[in-house]
């Protein structure tokens, strides 16, 4: 599959396409105006021309054209000199033509309507005329005579002056062209710098040379580079806490294997022993997967409704702590959401609930609210609560120096309370027993 275009290669070619086409355009409609214009112009000078052949004729008192030995432009007395005039008198049948006509065929045009200018452009065989033509009605001795006063104008003089204005336009616009397309190229690769930076320090980070992202880069970046920075911190939490699951697994499990060992010599008390470390060994084996499964900060989740979680918990403990007839309060407003793994939140509340509901005489109460920006989370229950001696289970701490039934869940809780870089309190409740307090920054 063919490698898509770089970033840069697709907006240098937009713009040039963009560029071009926009002066493309504007040239065209330059041109055109231009030719308008200079074709007005034209006309004007061959209508100033009839004017003056309207100075100078007169007829005489049979009607006769009569016309001066010279006119006011000189270009109608030479030959060949590209303005030609006609005037022609319809009711004597006769014509009058300037010198420049001499030897030359032209086609003059004829209309009959008084009072109207007529333009056009006309072509023989050689060569192509702009042509201006007017007809009056003169008066003598109480009759009219229409005349009509046709003027020709060579069209090559026309031509050049467009040519010229053509070829100095396209110039110009193609110098413009190139300098705005350089100038362009220019301002792209100076804006694309912090995405070539951004690609290098990723590179960087790939080699290993690098842990984060460092540059300072545009607000347009910025918050890309942070989120990356997020990303890399969270794969490494991962990463550690594999790490360390991995590595307090075997230390954990050192104890479990050392007292099966020494039971082996011990065969009527083997059956039970190894069904109280195999137990154990359970035991364990759920506490690392739970602190390796922990998905850490969840800024990239979406928001997860906490009071369907707290629910369905609930009715899994009320099934399992049936004989205990508990009564569970749920404190948590239904339009509360978080950023917040789904498996993560389950764990969570689930091993908190569930040691609350083991130690319990009657009642577990579950209140969650949002304060701050940050998500407290407080679970408390009416048991015995905790002796001054437990503490939340430090990590290289045997599951066998634990004190039974809280200190995997608890120790399982602390882990994702952590990787959430959230904080965990232990207390007693107002009834007695134990309360425990989360608090989780937003992601």
């Not at 071009?20 to 409609?29: I, K």
């Not at 003169?138 to 229409?146: A, E, I, L, M, R």
């Not at 090559?156 to 190229?185: I, K, M, N, P, Y």
Request: aromatic residues 8%; hydrophobic residues 45%; neutral net charge.
């Amino acid at each position: 599959m063919k490698a898509p275009w770089s970033i840069r290669a697709r907006l240098i070619w937009g713009a040039a396409l963009v560029l071009l086409a926009f002066l493309a355009g504007a040239g065209w409609a330059v041109q055109q105006a231009y030719a308008d214009s200079l074709q007005s112009q034209h006309y004007s000078r061959l209508q100033t021309t009839v004017y003056l052949l309207l100075a100078g004729a007169e007829l005489d008192s049979s009607g006769a054209l009569v016309m001066p030995a010279s006119l006011a432009e000189p270009r109608l007395t030479l030959p060949a000199s590209g303005l030609y005039a006609n005037i022609a008198n319809l009711d004597k049948g006769e014509e009058w033509q300037s010198a420049s006509t001499l030897g030359l065929a032209l086609p003059f045009q004829r209309q009959q309507a008084a009072g109207q200018w007529q333009y056009a452009v006309f072509t023989n065989s050689e060569r192509a005329y702009l042509a201006a033509t007017y007809a009056v009605r003169w008066t003598v001795n109480g009759k009219q005579s229409p005349l009509i006063f046709s003027v020709l104008e060579d069209r090559a003089g026309f031509d050049r002056e467009l040519q010229t204005f053509e070829h100095t336009l396209w110039g110009w616009l193609g110098g413009t062209a190139l300098l705005l397309l350089v100038s362009q190229a220019l301002l792209l690769r100076w804006g694309l710098t912090p995405l070539g930076a951004m690609a290098q320090e990723i590179e960087q980070i790939e080699k290993g040379t690098q842990t984060r992202m460092q540059g300072i880069y545009p607000k347009e970046l910025a918050g890309l580079t942070v989120n990356l920075n997020l990303l890399i911190d969270q794969e490494r939490a991962r990463q550690t806490r594999f790490k360390d699951a991995l590595d307090d697994l075997a230390h954990s499990l050192k104890t479990p294997l050392a007292v099966l060992r020494a039971t082996l010599n011990q065969p009527a008390e083997l059956p039970q022993m190894v069904a109280q470390q195999v137990a154990r060994m359970d035991d364990i084996v759920v506490h690392q997967l739970g602190r390796a499964g922990a998905s850490g900060a969840a800024r990239f989740a979406p928001h997860l409704a906490l009071a369907p979680v707290l629910t369905r918990v609930r009715d899994t403990l009320a099934k399992v702590y049936l004989e205990k007839n508990l009564t569970f309060t749920l404190d948590c407003p239904p339009e509360l959401t978080w950023r917040l793994d789904q498996g993560d939140a389950f764990e969570m509340l689930g091993n908190l609930m569930d040691n609350a509901a083991k130690w319990a005489s009657q009642q577990v109460s579950v209140r969650l609210w949002v304060d701050a920006k940050r998500l407290f989370i407080r679970i408390a229950d009416d048991g015995p609560g905790f002796a001054e001696a437990q503490a939340m289970p430090a990590r290289r701490v045997r599951l066998d120096e634990q004190v039974p039934g809280h200190g995997i869940g608890l120790s399982v809780v602390k882990d994702l309370v952590a990787s959430h870089q959230g904080e965990l309190s232990i207390s007693r409740s107002d009834a007695g027993g134990a309360q425990i307090d989360i608090v989780l920054p937003a992601a």
